[in-house]
């Protein structure tokens, strides 16, 4: 299911700006709406649907019913032109078929603990790795179908990917009891503590989007490389991000999540200064092994580590980690258009700079709420 979901996602996601200037004609003004109204409806969406899926043992009626709505919204998609039934689709089917990527997550880990496990961090890291798999395969896989059957083929396609993530929901998984909630004030952490901990994940997610946004604009404007070397580089980095989140995910029935999410956040302070003071391409592309650490110790483990923090929250907690990446990117737009005026070199150490401010709230961020 994470499989199908990643692919359906990473065959469209890269070219809904294309799709939007292109296809439907849509003016710089309205793309720009389109492109924060999205993420916003998303948010919005899995948080009421994560508040829900923790009080009944409903996880796979959600999973299959988002996934459903995903299909409706591609394929719907595949044939509609006009900008403003896609945007009424985007704030409704398209936001709830965003809940797939937290609730699967959530329902993983409630099979975890059903079953014993003391692995779930490892396993989710698994789980996200696959995610990150998806999104190596997905873009050329979109790029074939643009050429041979445009916009139509590529949505269609995702609708298909979505259909079969319904068929799983529905005929391969199995309704799962919550296990009991345990006492909030001898496990949980206080909600100011548990925001903290979002909040560093968002900070830290919003200089990774940044980092790629910029890539292929400081090579070409700063370093004079090109834009195939932003390819190589970035295709370097998302090569290494597999295994490094099979490792770190070993490493968590070992070490605290607390402990190796921190270090990832110094990793991601320590990669965006090597990038803001590099000189030549070749050293950008030797960053590569430091930002792919940073990337699978944050997000291979960073959901895990919220869930760990709101025990028999699953859903919950899976959603606040998963709705730190929409308001990353938010964060990350003007950024950008900063660098565009300051040089491309600013996006790396205004990214620093995030990472740093990321690292300082999950620092501090580490006591219990007491009993």
Known sequence: MFLFVGLSTAVVGPFVSLFLSTAVKADPV??????????????????????????????????AGAAAAGALSASATAF???????????????????????????????????????????????????????????????????????FRALYLSAATMYAVAVL????????????????RAQDGHAPSTVLRVVAALMLLQAAGVLGVQAMSLFLS?????????????????????????????????RW?????????????????????????TWQVAAAQLVNASFIAAVQGLGISYVQEMLPGEPGRAATLAGNAYPVAAIVAGPLLGLAQHFGFRFAYAAAALLCAAG????????RRRRP
């Open 80 to 150: 509609v032109r006009d900008y403003w039934v896609l945007l009424a689709l985007t704030v409704t089917v398209t936001a709830i078929s965003g809940s797939l990527f937290p609730q699967a997550f959530a329902y993983a880990r409630e099979v975890l603990e059903r079953h014993g496990s003391t692995r779930a961090a490892m396993t989710i890291s698994t789980l996200r790795m696959l995610f990150s798999i998806a999104w190596v395969a997905g873009p050329p896989v979109a790029a074939v179908l643009l050429s041979t059957g445009g």
């Open 30 to 63: 309205h793309v720009a709406a389109f492109l924060v109204v999205g993420p916003v409806s998303t948010v919005v969406s899995s948080t009421l649907i994560g508040r829900v899926s923790d009080r009944r043992p409903v996880r796979r009626k959600i999973l």
């Open 256 to 280: 605290p999540l607390r402990r190796l999410v921190t270090a990832g956040a110094g990793l991601g302070v320590l990669y965006y200064v090597l990038v803001a003071a590099s000189a030549h």
């Open 168 to 183: 799983v929901a529905v005929f391969v998984l199995e309704d799962v009891v919550p296990a009991p909630k345990p006492e």
């Open 221 to 253: 404007h700063d370093l004079r490389g090109s834009v195939r070397d932003a390819g190589l580089v970035l295709g370097l980095c998302a090569a290494l991000e597999i295994p490094l989140m099979l490792g770190f995910g070993a490493l968590s029935t």
């Open 359 to 366: 690292l300082v709230l999950l620092l501090t961020s580490h």
